[in-house]
């Protein structure tokens, strides 16, 4: 009975959708003034995280890594309940 309870803990656990993307970019130039961000959303129960190098007013950046982890669920039928469908065109 507990091995069960463990094992269906477990599989909440897991995310429903998981992105991992990575990037190196030899170089990147910043001609404008201005903030430069990347950004990433989920919804509740979701977890996201960036890694990417602070600017700290330099105009160039060489052999630059960003990272993004983003993990999703689901959510219940009964907590995201379906919008009205609307009718398809002639």
Same mark, same amino acid.
């Given at each position: 009975?507990?091995?069960?309870?463990?094992?269906?803990?477990?599989?909440?656990?897991?995310?429903?959708?998981?992105?991992?993307? =990575?990037?190196?970019?030899?170089? @990147? %130039?910043? *001609?404008?003034?201005?903030?430069?961000?990347? $950004?990433?959303?989920? #919804?509740?129960?979701?977890?996201?995280?960036?890694?990417?190098?602070?600017?700290?007013?330099?105009?160039?950046? =060489?052999?630059?890594?960003?990272? @993004? %982890?983003? *993990?999703?669920?689901?959510?219940?039928?009964? $907590?995201?309940?379906? #919008?009205?469908?609307?009718?398809?065109?002639?």
């Amino acid at each position: 009975m507990v091995l069960l309870i463990l094992l269906q803990a477990a599989a909440q656990a897991s995310p429903d959708i998981v992105l991992d993307a =990575r990037a190196r970019i030899d170089e @990147v %130039r910043i *001609e404008r003034n201005g903030e430069v961000s990347l $950004e990433v959303q989920g #919804g509740t129960g979701s977890l996201v995280e960036v890694q990417k190098p602070e600017t700290r007013g330099r105009t160039r950046l =060489r052999n630059v890594d960003v990272a @993004v %982890r983003a *993990e999703a669920r689901i959510s219940e039928l009964k $907590e995201n309940p379906p #919008g009205a469908e609307t009718a398809q065109p002639n």
